[in-house]
């Protein structure tokens, strides 16, 4: 379903088993060296959802080989499955002609972890050279999604609900968009998963040499 030019959502792209092969390679990923860490923003603020890096590793506001607001360790590598993966979920959501898909390999995944009270306030992702569209991974609860317009964080928006297994597909018009995440719903996520809370895994083409 297209929700905006180049903004496509396919409901529960993933199925049951590779949801439960994602979270248990999240669950690795989230380990130190470079595991999970709680984001700090340069004017004080926190963000309520922990996140790691596979790639390289984003910091406010840009991309590093290590984890430069963590422990200082190298970012883990994005496996070769995981770029693959991205390239398939574009090829799901807009066919076949690569004409508007990523061009290059996925080499970034950002993966935020939101406990029941987290949410993402709305912004921009630009910290990437690459105009390949971003892929969404959803897993565990269910949260309401908001996506804006390019100019500014008010209205116009929509809000959708994001579902565990659901994909999402974020190019052309829709790569500079604001969006966030008001809020999550506890207790939504599928039983048979065993995630309390929710995660969400972005692919990303960096650009960045
Ligand atoms: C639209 N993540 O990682 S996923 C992010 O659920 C981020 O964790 C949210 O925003 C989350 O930057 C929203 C949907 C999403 C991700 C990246 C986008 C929408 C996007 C990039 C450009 C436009
Ligand atoms: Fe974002």
């Excluded at 049951?16 to 984001?39: F, I, S, Y």
């Excluded at 090829?91 to 950002?110: C, K, N, Q, R, V």
């Excluded at 050279?129 to 991974?137: G, N």
Aim: hydrophobic share 35%.
């Amino acid at each position: 379903t297209a929700i905006a030019p180049g903004a496509v959502h396919v409901p529960d792209w993933l199925g049951a088993r590779r949801q439960g092969e994602l979270l248990a390679a999240c669950r690795a990923w989230a380990r130190p060296p470079a595991g999970l860490r709680t984001v700090r923003t340069p004017g004080g603020g926190v963000m309520t959802a922990r996140q790691v890096c596979l790639g390289l590793h984003w910091y406010p506001y840009g991309y590093a080989p290590t984890a430069v607001d963590g422990d200082g360790a190298p970012v883990k590598p994005m496996p070769p499955w995981l770029a693959e993966l991205g390239r398939e979920a574009v090829t799901a959501a807009y066919g076949d002609p690569p004409e508007s898909g990523p061009g290059a390999a996925y080499d970034i995944a950002l993966i935020n972890f939101y406990a029941g009270d987290s949410r993402m306030g709305m912004h921009r992702d630009a910290e990437e050279r690459s105009t390949a569209p971003v892929v969404s991974l959803s897993l565990g609860d269910t949260c309401v999604f908001r996506f804006g317009n390019t100019a500014s964080r008010g209205r116009p928006y929509r809000d959708v609900e994001l579902r565990s297994g659901d994909l999402f597909v974020f190019g052309e018009e829709s790569r500079l968009a604001y969006h966030g995440v008001p809020k999550v719903l506890p207790g939504t996520g599928p039983r048979e998963l065993g995630l309390t809370g929710r995660l969400n895994i972005t692919l990303r083409v960096g650009g960045l040499g």
